[in-house]
């Protein structure tokens, strides 16, 4: 299952504010690094001109509730994202999206998305032509920040879509790229989250390994759901367990990734067993409902996990912080259309699915020791792509009966299905 993204190509957003005593303060991090405070206030950035023509249609239209919403949707605080460009280029947009975050007093975040080879020549192709372009590119998005701390969410699908997982060469060395430009923006002052996909995607050993091939031991940790759909919940508890699996790998038993995961839960919790219809013995987890250690529910049971977890690791404390998108997960990922014969791939279930709704609004205020924030990380209301699903040959997408738009650009129907159904 591909996380995929819209390339977003106008500049909105970014950067942690430089420490000064009119900034909100930061704590320290069990890992000894400096997450954002649960008071911080996101940065808003200029929203996509799309947006603000279908505000001014609908109050054309005679429908202000509808207008309303899609402009408290854009002016939520949500991500910048870089794509291209020349490394002057690069430089001179974080430089001037820093410093607008900085005089507002705000927190923005930054998107870096121009690795070689990016998203296997899909929607959302692209990038630097060469790894010695990639590092200069990055280079000048690190001289950008000009001292200005930021989060920088680095490579959607970096790490979880290798060119090796669609049968393509690894021609540019995607995962040494990855953690050279962790390191290098990390020691530009920025903090920096690597990519771990979602909880419907890689199974937990399979991501931790990666995440450390890729250098998340020296940053602040990982992001979890760009631009996907997975419930707030799951992706807690997935996050939570990639974390308690590096740990395990890396302090406890170095290098074993044998880690418990969502496609087997072990079976309930022992002290559980009397209180369920039945018992069981280990199940996959299901995405289509929110996971936890009450569920009566097999297919959504986390305690054999919790159980397990806290069987290898005893007093090892997990140290890698991560942060979720949720800016599309609201009523969780679509389930596709019952009885159709496609397959999920065919269907393209990460890709303009229809009735989808917002999530929780961009917080630090997390409540999860380990989940910094809650983040808009793509952009509500752009298209993923031109989804054609199992008719590619047919020029529209048969669930919504017309083209969709390019990646990037606005979409308005999606738009008004977002907010409509926006949970909160």
């Not at 054309?60 to 854009?74: C, E, R």
């Amino acid at each position: 299952m591909f996380v995929r993204h819209g390339v977003i190509s106008t500049i909105a957003a970014g950067a942690l504010l430089a420490l000064s005593a009119a900034m909100p303060a930061l704590a320290t991090s069990p890992s000894g690094a400096a997450p954002v405070d649960p008071s911080t206030r996101f940065y808003v950035p200029p929203p996509l001109h799309g947006a603000v023509v279908q505000v001014a249609k609908l109050k054309a239209a005679g429908a202000p509730g509808d207008a309303a919403l899609v402009q408290s949707m854009i002016d939520t605080p949500q991500a910048v994202w870089f794509t291209g460009g020349s490394p002057k280029a690069v430089e001179q947009g974080v430089r001037q999206v820093t410093q607008q975050a900085a005089g507002k007093k705000q927190l923005a975040v930054l998107v870096a998305y121009n690795v070689p080879g990016r998203d296997c020549a899909q929607y959302s192709a692209g990038g630097a032509a060469t790894g010695d372009d990639y590092k200069a590119w990055i280079d000048g998005f690190a001289a950008g920040l000009g001292g200005r701390a930021a989060i920088v969410i680095l490579e959607p699908d970096g790490l979880a879509l290798l060119p090796t997982d669609c049968g393509q060469p690894d021609t540019y060395d995607r995962v040494g790229l990855v953690n050279w430009a962790a390191h290098r923006l990390d020691a530009a002052g920025a903090v920096v989250y690597l990519d771990a996909g979602h909880s419907s995607w890689h199974n937990v050993a399979d991501m931790a390994s990666r995440l450390v091939a890729g250098g998340v031991l020296d940053v602040q940790g990982f992001y979890l759901n760009p631009s996907n759909y997975q419930y707030t919940a799951n992706l807690v508890h997935y996050g939570t367990w990639i974390s308690q699996c590096i740990a395990f790998a890396t302090q406890v038993s170095r290098g074993n990734y044998g880690c418990p995961d969502q496609y087997w839960n072990g079976g309930p919790h022992p002290a559980r067993i009397a209180d369920l219809l039945g018992e069981w013995t280990g199940v996959a987890l299901s995405a289509f409902g929110e996971w936890s250690d009450e569920s009566d529910d097999p297919a959504l049971n986390t305690s054999g996990e919790t159980v397990r977890y806290a069987s290898l690791l005893g007093s090892t404390a997990p140290t890698a912080h991560f942060v979720i998108d949720t800016s599309r997960n609201g009523v969780g990922p679509w389930p596709g259309i019952p009885g159709h014969p496609a397959s999920d791939g065919a269907t393209q279930d990460w890709c303009n699915p229809p009735d989808r709704g917002l999530g929780i609004r961009p917080t630090a205020d997390t409540g999860v020791p380990l989940l910094d924030a809650y983040l808009w990380i793509k952009l509500p209301g752009a298209s993923d792509g031109e989804c054609t699903r199992w008719d590619p040959a047919g020029g529209i997408d048969p669930v919504r009966g017309s083209a969709d738009p390019a990646a990037g650009e606005w979409f308005p129907e999606m738009a008004l299905e977002l907010v409509h159904n926006a949970v909160p």
